[in-house]
């Protein structure tokens, strides 16, 4: 959906509170999504506590926390988890700036056709996000985007369930996801 440049957060804010969807403007565009199902929230829990774990002294996970670009106050993402600096946690702001996350971690709904982590993987290293964990749920894969430049993500590693993540720094040792759910096949 596209709104007239300057009111795309007023639009988005009112499509949120009248619909209870869940919006983002990526690239200047809103991206509005049905509430998770459960098998999604519960990847999500598992990847938090899993990385709480993981996490160096001044750094913890925040679930629907949102993310602005350095350079345009129109555009914002809301990733599943990300990893900010613990202050996020006592901060009246809405908006958190995207250099400090380490980590935004999108869980795939059941329902997002495969374009979306490709577009969104795109948005975050533009925005200067330190890296990006993409889990799909309805195929059992990961890819872990790391050292953003241009635009791009310059590393990405491609994994399944069962397969460890392989962080890198700040963070320490390996993330499992050997028991994260899949959704039901649809019919």
């Known amino acids: 959906m596209k709104a007239a440049p300057g009111r795309l957060r007023d639009t988005a804010e009112e499509l949120a509170r009248t619909t209870g969807l869940r919006v983002q403007i ?8 049905r509430p998770p199902c459960g098998k999604h929230a519960g990847t999500v829990r598992r ?4 990385l709480d774990q993981r996490l160096p002294d001044g750094l913890a996970g925040y679930q629907v926390s949102s993310v602005g670009t350095p350079d345009n106050d129109e555009d914002y993402a809301t990733p599943d ?9 006592t ?3 809405w908006l958190s700036d995207p250099r400090d996350a380490a980590l935004a971690v999108e869980v795939a709904p059941r329902t997002e056709r495969t374009r979306g982590s490709t577009c969104k993987a795109g948005w975050h290293a533009a925005a200067g996000v ?3 964990l993409a889990v799909d749920p309805r195929n059992g894969v990961w890819t872990y985007f790391t050292r953003p ?6 590393g990405v590693l491609r994994g399944r369930y069962g397969e460890p993540v392989p962080l890198t720094a700040p963070f ?4 499992p996801t050997v028991d994260l759910p899949l959704y039901a096949p649809r019919r």
């Not at 990847?47 to 899993?50: A, V």
């Not at 988890?81 to 613990?86: A, N, R, S």
């Open 91 to 93: 901060n009246d702001e």
């Open 26 to 33: 990526i690239d200047g565009s809103l991206i509005a999504t």
């Open 149 to 154: 430049r241009d635009g791009a993500y310059r």
């Open 81 to 89: 988890l990300v990893v900010l600096p613990t202050g996020w946690g």
């Open 172 to 175: 320490t040792g390996e993330l």
């Open 47 to 50: 990847l938090r506590l899993r």
């Open 130 to 132: 330190a890296a990006l």
